[in-house]
Nanobody, 115 residues
Framework: QVQLVESGGGLVQPGGSLRLSCTGSNSRFPINPMGWYRQAPGKERELVAT???????RYSDSVKGRFTISRDKTLKILSLQMNSLKPEDTALYSC?????????WGQGTQVTVSS
């Protein structure tokens, strides 16, 4: 089964930082994760940051200058460095990737920004 697993979420105070990671959990089905999305309670899932197929990077306007997406040289580990966190960043953060013609999603990791 093709799966992605996220880690690194947690509770942080406003202004703090967190680093999220995402990687495939089944080496029999290698997948390169590409993007981070988030969904807050009562809201639709929205793009946070993603690598495009052209290897460009696209950020949501709400996180530009605060979040940085990166991949390791194997392209198997996707990270999201989140700085200057705000309460409105609170959400379930999920990564995705393409396996063949299918978009695969992880279960998500919760990020809560609160004092």
């Amino acid at each position: 089964q093709v799966q992605l697993v996220e880690s690194g979420g947690g509770l942080v105070q406003p202004g703090g930082s967190l680093r999220l990671s995402c990687t495939g959990s089944n080496s029999r089905f290698p997948i390169n994760p590409m993007g981070w999305y988030r969904q807050a309670p009562g809201k639709e899932r929205e793009l946070v940051a993603t690598f495009t197929r052209d290897r460009d990077i696209r950020y949501s306007d709400s996180v530009k200058g605060r979040f940085t997406i990166s991949r390791d040289k194997t392209l198997k580990i996707l990270s999201l460095q989140m700085n200057s966190l705000k309460p409105e960043d609170t959400a379930l953060y999920s990564c995705n990737g393409i396996y063949g013609s299918v978009t695969v999603w992880g279960q998500g990791t919760q990020v809560t920004v609160s004092s």
